[in-house]
C-alpha cells in the first residue's frame, strides 16, 4: 500500500506503524545490551573481584531506650500526631492511654 500525497491515513496504520517502531527499537536495545555484555566478558572487565583491605568497621550500638516511655512527652506527641494524621482526625479527638514497648 503506497500513500500519496493527497490521501488521508488510516488511524490503524499510524498506531500500526508506531506500535512497530516502539518494539523494533527495543529489541535493537536489547540485542545492543547482548552484545555489550558479551564484549565485556571477552575483555574481562567485569571479572575482577575487589577485596577490601581492611574488615569494615562494625555498627555502633543502638542507644539505649528508656523503660518508660509513656514518661517521654515528646515521644507521646509524636505517636499522637501519627495517629491523628492516619486516621484524619484532629490530634486534640486523640486520647493514648498506654503505650507497651514490642
Do not use: H, T
Not at 490521501?7 to 506500535?19: D, K, M, N, T
Not at 545492543?32 to 558479551?38: K, V
Not at 577490601?52 to 568497621?57: E, Q
Not at 562494625?58 to 499522637?80: D, R
Amino acid at each position: 500500500m503506497l500513500i500519496s500525497a493527497g490521501q488521508a491515513v488510516s488511524s490503524g496504520f499510524v498506531i500500526g506503524l508506531g506500535l512497530g517502531m516502539v518494539f523494533v527499537g527495543l529489541a535493537c536495545i536489547i540485542g545492543l545490551c547482548y552484545l555489550l555484555g558479551a564484549v565485556i566478558k571477552l575483555i574481562g572487565i567485569g571479572d575482577k573481584e575487589q577485596k577490601p583491605k581492611s574488615a569494615p568497621p562494625s555498627p555502633a550500638p543502638a542507644a539505649p531506650v528508656a523503660e518508660n516511655i509513656s514518661g517521654n512527652k515528646e515521644l507521646m506527641a509524636a505517636i499522637s500526631a501519627v495517629i491523628a494524621e492516619q486516621m484524619g482526625k484532629d490530634i486534640s479527638a486523640i486520647r493514648i492511654k498506654s503505650v507497651k514497648k514490642l
